[in-house]
């Protein structure tokens, strides 16, 4: 199984709005729904019988879409990335190579989250439900969360190769503590309701930054010439 790649090239105004058939468009419409829904009761949560409710549609008509739940499921996790790589991952790719891109990419990721505070968040909420649950939704989930998190830390590279951080920075070191700080900051703002989290994160961010930036070049040693006279003395 796979999932839309973050490397892939984003998708042309042409191909955004090709219309699609009757039976794609009719997909494309349970998918969103059925997004909307994981959003809200995870995952897990998601059943034919219930997307027939929201869609008006018969059971059979949801079921002949994707043949098994499990593979509705799939392919929800696949709309929810290719949403996430449209938000977060292309609009930074115009930006200057190095700490601007890097900037963009969290900047956006924090976009994305203030609205998943109240949304959810399918990578978090599908990590708790499928973590010890090998199987297809399971890879699709952690192939998705891979995939981002290896583009952040190409960024990081990247970063390191203009000389925005210093030549010893643990690229994937910095790409877990980016992370580490987002999970943190659904935690306090959707779980504890900590009305400053976001400005934390914004902060903590900036640290993490400040820590694996290049290091200022030491100034220039001030020597002070003796007089040739007080060389003489003793």
Request: charged fraction near 25%.
């Amino acid at each position: 199984m796979s999932v839309n790649p973050i490397t892939r090239s984003p998708r042309s105004d042409a191909s955004a709005h090709k219309p699609l058939q009757k039976g794609q468009q009719t997909k494309a419409a349970i998918v969103d729904a059925a997004l909307g829904l994981a959003t809200q009761i995870g995952l897990e949560g998601l059943s034919i019988g219930a997307l027939a409710e929201v869609m008006q549609m018969s059971k059979s008509g949801v079921f002949a879409h994707f043949g098994s739940r499990e593979e509705l499921q799939i392919s929800v996790v696949r709309e929810y990335h290719a949403r996430f790589e449209e938000e977060v991952f292309y609009p930074a790719i115009n930006a200057p190579r190095g700490l601007p891109r890097l900037r963009m990419l969290f900047e956006n990721w924090m976009k994305r989250t203030s609205v998943e505070i109240d949304s959810g968040c399918i990578y978090i909420s599908g990590a708790v439900e499928f973590d010890d649950r090998p199987g297809p939704v399971r890879d699709a989930l952690a192939s998705s969360v891979n995939t981002w998190l290896s583009a952040m830390r190409r960024a990081v590279e990247i970063a390191i190769e203009e000389g925005h951080l210093a030549p010893d920075t643990d690229a994937a070191q910095m790409a877990f503590e980016i992370h580490a700080l987002i999970l943190a900051l659904h935690y306090e703002a959707r779980f504890l309701r900590s009305p400053d989290s976001a400005s934390r994160a914004v902060r903590a961010f900036e640290n993490i930054v400040t820590r694996f930036g290049r290091a200022p070049a030491p100034a220039a040693r001030k020597t002070t010439k003796t007089p040739a006279a007080a060389r003489t003395r003793g």
